[in-house]
T-cell receptor
Framework: KAGVTQTPRYLIKTRGQQVTLSCSPISGHRSVSWYQQTPGQGLQFLFEYFSETQRNKGNFPGRFSGRQFSNSRSEMNVSTLELGDSALYLC??????????????FGPGTRLLVL | GENVEQHPSTLSVQEGDSAVIKCTYSDSASNYFPWYKQELGKGPQLIIDIRSNVGEKKDQRIAVTLNKTAKHFSLHITETQPEDSAVYFC?????????????FGSGTRLQVQP
């Protein structure tokens, strides 16, 4: 099976702009989670989507949002970009909603640089 | 919320030696503990995981142990090789809610000297 794919891989934006990142989960996986990775804060959970519904949200401002489509693909959006939003944004997918299928498989990430 | 502490932050070993990375967690309801390896320019790759109904799990040169009472878990890599050099992250989550928010440790940079 193909792994989690994320596009674009690299992105440069300026402060105040908005950005949309895309994630395609592993075929058959229905849960998609997003994480932000920075040198200072490490890996932090942003949100999780399942069946087109946001099921869980981390401690990030409302400028960070996401959605999931009926084919399980997901997008996240950051509006009014700030310098501190520069980070590696990681998408992870897992197969089922409940039970023991908790394993999350990560994509390569999108590296966002805000100037 | 959950808090995961990871030590050491850097670890240098000679090829063939063993490496041990330790993590502690705060939420006694956490019951799933994965370990990820992240190489430069790549996303985290799951290398092993353990659930709270198991005390130890092994996969070739890698093993993880869990002490629920003390709320800590450890990664053991034996016979280290240069290709084991990477950043390793521990994580914890609770599965009873059906939600998948992993809380990560701060990472350990492992360097295996040939």
């Amino acid at each position: 099976k193909a792994g989690v794919t994320q596009t674009p891989r690299y992105l440069i934006k300026t402060r105040g702009q908005q950005v949309t990142l895309s994630c395609s989960p592993i075929s058959g996986h229905r849960s998609v989670s997003w994480y932000q990775q920075t040198p200072g804060q490490g890996l932090q959970f942003l949100f999780e989507y399942f069946s087109e519904t946001q099921r869980n949200k981390g401690n990030f401002p409302g400028r960070f949002s996401g959605r999931q489509f009926s084919n399980s693909r997901s997008e996240m959006n950051v509006s009014t970009l700030e310098l501190g939003d520069s980070a590696l944004y990681l998408c992870a997918s897992s197969p089922l909603a409940t039970g023991d299928q908790e394993t999350q498989y990560f994509g390569p990430g999108t590296r966002l640089l805000v100037l | 919320g959950e808090n995961v502490e990871q030590h050491p932050s850097t670890l240098s070993v000679q090829e063939g030696d063993s490496a041990v990375i330790k993590c502690t967690y705060s939420d006694s309801a956490s019951n799933y503990f994965p370990w990820y390896k992240q190489e430069l320019g790549k996303g985290p790759q799951l290398i092993i995981d353990i659930r709270s109904n198991v005390g130890e799990k092994k996969d070739q040169r890698i093993a993880v142990t869990l002490n629920k009472t003390a709320k800590h878990f450890s990664l053991h890599i034996t016979e280290t090789q240069p290709e084991d050099s990477a950043v390793y992250f521990c994580a914890a989550s609770r599965t009873d809610t059906g939600r998948r928010a992993l809380t990560f440790g701060s990472g350990t940079r492992l360097q295996v000297q040939p």
